[in-house]
């Protein structure tokens, strides 16, 4: 007879998480419009609500290598100064002034190029660790 109780059991689990569900999206809509509130009083109050950076397109000329190497051009509202140090052989930036570039900084492309560099070559020391080690 036992068997014949675990549906109701189910069952009644399933009730109780659907209530809960449907709890939890109205606990989320209240939470919704009170942070749609807040964002209206402080435009109301003269604050501007915080906004994501606009990513721009890169100019058509990012790679052309300018004559005059000071040379500075507008685009898009920002001043370009072409970085010798950038790219592989130098490029048109906003992000930074050319004297103040930082070695440092590795593109995500670099990064991800350097690391699969790395598991190249830890792959193939292994391999021949594997083979030193059957002969």
């Known amino acids: 007879m036992d068997g014949w109780l675990v549906p109701d059991k189910d069952k009644l689990t399933i009730k109780a998480m659907s209530t809960e569900l449907k709890e939890l999206k109205t606990e989320n809509k209240r939470q919704a419009r009170q942070i749609s509130h807040l964002s209206k009083s402080s435009r109301d109050a003269g604050q501007e609500p ?19 190497l000071k040379e500075e ?14 790219g592989d052989s130098g490029k048109w930036v906003c992000s930074h002034h050319p004297d103040k570039h930082n070695d440092k900084f590795v593109s995500s492309k670099k990064k991800s ?19 030193a080690k059957g002969n």
Not at 51 to 60: E, G, V
Not at 73 to 86: A, F, L, M, N, S
């Open 50 to 68: 915080p906004t994501k950076r606009r990513r721009i397109a890169p100019p058509s000329w990012v790679l052309d290598k300018p004559n005059n």
């Open 113 to 131: 190029a350097a690391g699969d560099d790395k598991k190249l070559r830890l792959k193939a020391k292994a391999t021949i660790l594997e083979r």
């Open 73 to 86: 051009k507008q685009y898009e509202g920002k001043t370009w100064r072409w970085c010798p140090k950038c």
